[in-house]
Nanobody
Framework: QVQLVESGGGLVQAGGSLRLSCAASGRPRQNYTLGWFRQAREKKREFVAGIDWSGTATHYAHSAVGRATISRDNAKNTVYLQMNSLKPEDTAVYYC???????????????????WGKGTLVTVSS
């Protein structure tokens, strides 16, 4: 079983930055992938960014390109999401998820993830 715990959410003004963290514990699959998803109020959960085991391959949603950077530290079993130039429409609960051989470009990628954290709320004020 794998436990994922997100942190780093909070209230930020538009144009500001945040760095989210997600710590993994337990017994993940070898070479597990990690990704960030988000769900705004009354909207479906959507993919934000994903990263492979080595940290060399990343993938971003169109909305995140140029504003977000995903990275991971396998020594700490932690994945990060640095978000810059935040907009009010970025307000959402951000979830971390783990998977294996994940095809991030798959529009149904969230259903391929094995484990999920409980999320951290990001609120961007205008």
């Amino acid at each position: 079983q794998v436990q994922l715990v997100e942190s780093g959410g909070g209230l930020v003004q538009a144009g500001g930055s945040l760095r989210l963290s997600c710590a993994a514990s337990g017994r993940p699959r070898q070479n597990y992938t990690l990704g960030w998803f988000r769900q705004a109020r009354e909207k479906k959960r959507e993919f934000v960014a994903g990263i492979d085991w080595s940290g060399t391959a990343t993938h971003y949603a169109h909305s995140a390109v140029g504003r977000a950077t995903i990275s991971r530290d396998n020594a700490k079993n932690t994945v990060y999401l640095q978000m810059n130039s935040l907009k009010p429409e970025d307000t959402a609960v951000y979830y971390c998820a783990s998977g294996w051989e994940t095809v991030w470009a798959d529009p149904n990628v969230e259903y391929a993830m094995d484990h999920w954290g409980k999320g951290t709320l990001v609120t961007v004020s205008s």
